[in-house]
Structure formats: structure tokens, C-alpha cells
């Protein structure tokens, strides 16, 4: 069973909720940390890495004695990578390639009439596989300056093992990055706080989770603070809270120190294997 554990916004817990829930299962887990830009749920597991793969994606390199400066590899390009500025008055015309924007979809290439394009390999990245007990632990790591995130994340997920209990870690938010993780999930967790910030950014993930057929629930953390306009909002969609985290100061101590919740209070481990349990259990929405 393959398990994304999500949030509409940041700072809602949801590596706390991925980490623990990890740490509580009894049998054998995989966790991937998909939050390529940002991952930390290694600070909380410890794991000890293996191995370390260099991850690249396929940029356009021109030849300018080839090109004849027609536009054509800008025409197909989706998201501007290619400035084409075409020659004048006898003068030789300029092409420019903005590499960070590139999704090396290889449009420009295949197009050129002239075969004057070919594929580069760009590093963006790194995975790290290792493991923690009898957890498989992988992680990304997106480069600085690099914007390209899905890419990362395809690696890591290239590496998805079937045959244990996958627990994803997504970036926060509800954009590409997001969307490449929780895709082909069996459930999605969506982590929450009752905040208008909180309930906002909730709506968002709801509808991306609809539009994707997963089936999700949602865990309230920090449930004594702020309203009650979370609540109410899950029971009118009918959203199921598989979860409630109170607000602890003694938990948040131990999260400040790089410890996870079921190992500094081992009374909370029955709560989230009783998620897990709801998880399993869990209606289509």
C-alpha cells in the first residue's frame, strides 16, 4: 500500500505525521521523502545512507553552425526556454537556451529541421538511499538555484517498493512538485490546523485529491487551537478526521531536538497505528 502523507500549506506537521506513522506500522515500510526542495524527515529517522545517486535532466545544446535561427525550436517549446533573435542585414542571428526553465521534454530537438539541437545532461540533484531498523529510507535533495523539483521526485519514486508499505513525504502546497508525488497513491493523509490559513490551503488539497481519484482523510494537529471552521468544513464534504493532535509543548521540545513523538512518548504509538488501521479501512471520498 503506497501512502502520501500531504498539506495544502507548510509548517501544518505533516513529517511529524509521516514519520511517526512510519515508525508505528508492524511490518516492513519504505519511506521516500519526496520534499526535494526541503527534506528533514532524515533529522527525525537517522538513517544510514548507502548509497548516493547524482540525478540529471536533458537540456538543449545548439549548434550554431547548423542553425539557421528559425524559430522553430521556440514555436514548441511550452514553457520558453529558447529566445531566438533571427539574423538582419547580412548580420548572424543569436539563440539563447534559459536552462532552469527546462523540463527536458526534448520537443526542440525533435522539431529542428536542421538537426542543430541535441540533449545535454544537466545535474539538478541527488537521491540518498539508506535505511533506518527494518526501514527503507530515500531521499532527494533538489540543487541551489535548480527550480525543477518533479524530477527528483520521479527518480526517488523510480525506486518504490511494492512489496512493503510505502510512506511518502510531499512537499507542501498544491503544485507540480505535490501533484508528481501523491499521483498512483493509494491514500493520501492530509495534515491540517485548524486556522483560516490552515482551512484555506485545505480546500485547495481537497480539490487536487478529487481530481486525481485517491481516496485522502484528514489529521487536525494542534486541534485546540484556533476554531472550529475545520470541523465543520470536513463534516459538510464529508471528509473523514482519521486523526487529532493536541497542542503539546512537550511535543514540540522533542520535534525542536530531532526526536520523533513515538519514541519520546510511547502512549502515542497505539493513535497512530490506530490511523493506520482507519487508512486500510478507508472509503473512497
Same mark, same amino acid.
Given at each position: 500500500m503506497v501512502i502520501s502523507v500531504a498539506s495544502g500549506k507548510g509548517g501544518t506537521g505533516k513529517t511529524t505525521i509521516a514519520v511517526n506513522l512510519a515508525l508505528s506500522i508492524n511490518k516492513e515500510v519504505q519511506f521516500l521523502d519526496c520534499d526535494a526542495e526541503e527534506p528533514n524527515a532524515h533529522i527525525f529517522l537517522k538513517p544510514k545512507i548507502k548509497e548516493t545517486k547524482?540525478?540529471?535532466?536533458?537540456?538543449?545544446?545548439?549548434?550554431?553552425?547548423? $542553425?539557421?535561427? +528559425? %524559430?522553430? !525550436?521556440?514555436?514548441? =517549446?511550452?514553457?520558453?526556454? @529558447?529566445?531566438?533573435?533571427?539574423?538582419?542585414? #547580412?548580420?548572424?542571428?543569436?539563440?539563447?537556451?534559459?536552462?532552469?526553465? $527546462?523540463?527536458? +521534454? %526534448?520537443? !526542440?530537438?525533435?522539431? =529542428?529541421?536542421?538537426?542543430? @539541437?541535441?540533449?545535454?545532461?544537466?545535474?539538478? #540533484?541527488?537521491?540518498?538511499i539508506g535505511?533506518?531498523?527494518?526501514?527503507?529510507?530515500?531521499?532527494?535533495?533538489?540543487?541551489?538555484?535548480?527550480?525543477?523539483?518533479?524530477?527528483?521526485?520521479r527518480e526517488i519514486k523510480k525506486h518504490l517498493n511494492p512489496t512493503r508499505t510505502v510512506i511518502i513525504d510531499a512537499p507542501p502546497g498544491t503544485s507540480c512538485p505535490v501533484v508528481e508525488t501523491i499521483k498512483k497513491s493509494d491514500f493520501c493523509v492530509l495534515v491540517t490546523e485548524p486556522t483560516p490559513f490552515g482551512l484555506n490551503d485545505l480546500t485547495l488539497a481537497v480539490e487536487v485529491l478529487r481530481k486525481l481519484k485517491i481516496r485522502f482523510g484528514v489529521v487536525i494537529n494542534r486541534s485546540d487551537l484556533g476554531d472550529?471552521?475545520?470541523?465543520?468544513?470536513?463534516?459538510?464534504?464529508?471528509?473523514?478526521?482519521?486523526?487529532?493532535?493536541?497542542?503539546?509543548?512537550?511535543?514540540?521540545?522533542?520535534?525542536?531536538k530531532g526526536e520523533s513523538i513515538v519514541k519520546t512518548f510511547p502512549e502515542y504509538k497505539k493513535d497512530f497505528e490506530e490511523l493506520f488501521n482507519k487508512i486500510k479501512d478507508g472509503k473512497p471520498n
Open positions: 547524482k540525478v540529471y535532466i536533458p537540456i538543449p545544446e545548439i549548434d550554431e553552425e547548423k $542553425c539557421t535561427y +528559425c %524559430g522553430r !525550436c521556440r514555436e514548441v =517549446c511550452a514553457y520558453n526556454v @529558447i529566445a531566438v533573435i533571427g539574423g538582419t542585414d #547580412g548580420k548572424k542571428g543569436n539563440i539563447l537556451v534559459f536552462s532552469n526553465l $527546462c523540463h527536458g +521534454c %526534448g520537443s !526542440c530537438s525533435y522539431f =529542428c529541421p536542421e538537426s542543430a @539541437i541535441k540533449e545535454v545532461n544537466k545535474e539538478i #540533484g541527488e537521491i540518498e535505511t533506518v531498523e527494518s526501514i527503507q529510507f530515500i531521499h532527494g535533495r533538489l540543487n541551489i538555484g535548480e527550480a525543477m523539483a518533479p524530477p527528483v521526485i472550529e471552521k475545520t470541523d465543520k468544513y470536513c463534516k459538510e464534504q464529508n471528509i473523514p478526521i482519521l486523526m487529532r493532535i493536541p497542542f503539546k509543548k512537550e511535543i514540540a521540545v522533542a520535534y525542536s
